[in-house]
C-alpha cells in the first residue's frame, strides 16, 4: 500500500542513484494505492524515471507480477511480520528490506536477502545495484529465501506448531490426549 510508512520517496531515491550507477538498465514497479500515491507519481516525474517505473497500482494478481521479478524490496520505516516479504520469499525472490520491525525475523541479512537501515537510500541503492550485478548472489538468496519461506512459514508447519502448543498446554494441565495426538507427537 502506498502509505508514508512505506518510505517510498527514499526507495524512489535510491532507485535513481542505482539508476546512474548500474550498468544494467533497471526498472522498478511498485504495486499497491493509497494516500501518497499523487506525491509518488510527482517524485517519478521529478526524478526522470517515467520510462523506468510502472505504477501498477491495485491487483489481484500479485503473485503473477512477483514471478517476473528479479528482487523485491520492502523500504518501510515500520514493519510487523510482513507478509509481503513472506510471499517474495515463498515466489523464490532475493529480498531487500529496512532493518525494522519484524523483518530482520523474516530476513537473514546477506543469506536470504539485504536488510538496510530505514530512511537511507544510499544503502538502498548499494542493495539494488548489488542484486542487478551479482546474479550468482541474487539466485542463491532467492533459494535460501524460499527454503526459509517453506520450512518456517508454510502452512504445515504453523499446523505442526499450533498441535505442539495445544499438546503441551494439555499436558500441563493434565488433560490425557487421546491415542491419535499421541500417535502425533512421537513423529
Known amino acids: 500500500r502506498m502509505d508514508p510508512v512505506k518510505d517510498l520517496p527514499n526507495l524512489l531515491q535510491g532507485f535513481a542513484r542505482a539508476v546512474r550507477s548500474s550498468p544494467r538498465r533497471l526498472r522498478l514497479v511498485l504495486v499497491g494505492d493509497g494516500p501518497v500515491r499523487p506525491a509518488v507519481e510527482r517524485l517519478v516525474e521529478q526524478l526522470g524515471l517515467r520510462d523506468r517505473v510502472w505504477l501498477a497500482g491495485e491487483r489481484a494478481d500479485v503473485a503473477e507480477v512477483m514471478r517476473g521479478l528479479d528482487c523485491f524490496v520492502l523500504p518501510s520505516l515500520g514493519e510487523g511480520i510482513s507478509n509481503t516479504i513472506l510471499e517474495a520469499m515463498a515466489s523464490r525472490l532475493p529480498i531487500i528490506a529496512t532493518r525494522v520491525g519484524g523483518n530482520a525475523e523474516l530476513i537473514e541479512s546477506g543469506m536470504t536477502g539485504l536488510l538496510v537501515p530505514p530512511g537511507d537510500g544510499d544503502a538502498l541503492a548499494d542493495a539494488l545495484v548489488r542484486y542487478s550485478t551479482e546474479r550468482a548472489?541474487?539466485?542463491?538468496?532467492?533459494?535460501?529465501?524460499?527454503?526459509?519461506?517453506?520450512?518456517?512459514?508454510?502452512?504445515?508447519?504453523?499446523?505442526?506448531?499450533?498441535?505442539?502448543?495445544?499438546?503441551?498446554?494439555?499436558?500441563?494441565?493434565?488433560?490425557?490426549?487421546?491415542?491419535?495426538?499421541?500417535?502425533?507427537?512421537?513423529?
Open 137 to 187: 548472489m541474487a539466485r542463491r538468496h532467492a533459494k535460501a529465501a524460499r527454503r526459509v519461506a517453506q520450512s518456517r512459514f508454510s502452512l504445515a508447519r504453523m499446523v505442526a506448531d499450533y498441535c505442539s502448543l495445544y499438546q503441551t498446554a494439555l499436558a500441563a494441565a493434565g488433560v490425557p490426549l487421546p491415542p491419535a495426538a499421541e500417535a502425533l507427537s512421537t513423529r
